[in-house]
């Protein structure tokens, strides 16, 4: 692994700013190499049912196009979920006290601010690890944290969320707590979600807390607009993982020749997105000597998005030993925070 030192000579930045960031860049074990150099591609592409890894949807113009998304009218998730924490931060605090906060998939650490907040109005102590595997937005965000909390620690840590659980050392303040809020759970399926929270307890001490977001079973009334919205931002999130591809791997895709379809499996309750062919076609990834033939509607699957009943969260984080301490939802029962400690 690599540290990069913040840099005292960047204008508009204090030292005491430097002094309390610190950008932990985690290396790629072989296994992780391998998914990145484009063979979790040629093996998803060349499956029976054609399907992509979720993260090649998450380009800079994709990242710009989900941050579209969660602003859209149709796209409930992210306002539910920030006034349900609007409306428990204070009471997080409360119960863990000072801690360490380890957020998985931190991005620009909006919603972080909600629990910062909370815990200096409370005078906890608060040591902030965000993760994200793009260092870029890491760095930025903290930084601007940096700024507007002169209390606040930051260790960011660039890389998967793997890594990241398995480089933690025993917390510094009395307690930690890993959050995983925004529902990302849901867009992993049952054999990851059981791994992950594996990964989960494995970072956690005995009487240390996890913080879950978990989106709930509704609708498809509701649920199926989020994901196609009127305005079709979430149509060109979609499709814009095919330009990603021809970048990357020196493709030819043409994505006027795709379209966006998705919609609620109820009885999975999960979302199912795909792409889907709008013609007889062949493209071709350059980079990867790889050829694909569609046929006239024939799909790649590119994501899921799974709903949860409370009940069953519950149950499957009491499975790996995290017991429920307090559950916050919204009143129309839309979406879940759930607070866990390790026992």
């Not at 072989?30 to 998803?44: I, P, Q």
């Not at 204070?90 to 650490?109: D, K, N, P, R, V």
């Not at 977001?213 to 649920?223: A, C, E, F, P, T």
């Amino acid at each position: 692994m690599t540290f990069s030192p913040a840099t005292s000579s960047e204008v508009g930045y204090s030292q005491s700013v430097e002094s309390r960031l610190k950008v932990q860049h985690l290396q790629q074990r072989t296994k992780e190499v391998s998914s990145l150099d484009g063979s979790d591609v040629v093996e998803g592409l060349t499956n029976e049912s054609k399907f992509l890894p979720a993260r090649y949807l998450y380009d800079d113009r994709g990242s710009e196009l989900f941050e579209e998304i969660c602003e859209l009218p149709e796209y409930y998730v992210t306002r539910t979920e920030t006034s349900i924490l609007q409306n428990c931060a204070e009471e997080i605090a409360e119960i863990t006290g000072a801690c360490e906060f380890i957020e998985l998939g931190s991005g620009s650490s909006t919603k972080t601010r909600i629990l910062l907040d909370a815990y200096q109005k409370l005078g906890y102590p608060l040591h902030y690890f965000p993760v994200d595997v793009s260092a870029g937005i890491l760095e930025t965000s903290a930084r601007q944290l940096l700024v507007d909390y002169p209390w606040l620690k930051v260790h960011a840590l660039a890389g998967t969320y793997e890594q990241a659980l398995g480089e933690l050392q025993r917390s510094e303040l009395p307690n930690r707590m890993i959050g995983f809020i925004g529902s990302t759970l849901g867009n992993l399926n049952p054999q990851q979600c059981d791994e992950f929270l594996s990964q989960i307890t494995a970072g956690l001490q005995l009487g240390e807390y996890f913080l879950l977001g978990v989106d709930l079973h509704k609708s498809k009334d509701i649920l199926e607009p989020a994901y196609n919205d009127a305005a079709g931002v979430t149509a060109a999130f979609n499709l814009n993982v095919l330009n990603h591809l021809n970048r990357r791997f020196d493709g030819n895709f043409d994505r006027t020749k795709f379209e966006h379809w998705t919609f609620y499996n109820e009885t999975k309750h999960q979302i199912e997105t795909y792409l889907r062919s709008l013609e007889a076609q062949t493209a071709e990834l350059r980079a990867l000597n790889l050829k694909i033939n569609f046929e006239k509607g024939e799909t790649i699957h590119t994501e899921i998005s799974r709903k949860f009943e409370i009940d069953s969260i519950e149950q499957l984080l009491k499975s790996k030993g995290l017991v429920t301490q307090k559950i916050w939802t919204d009143k129309n029962e839309w979406f879940a925070l759930i607070l866990s400690k390790l026992t």
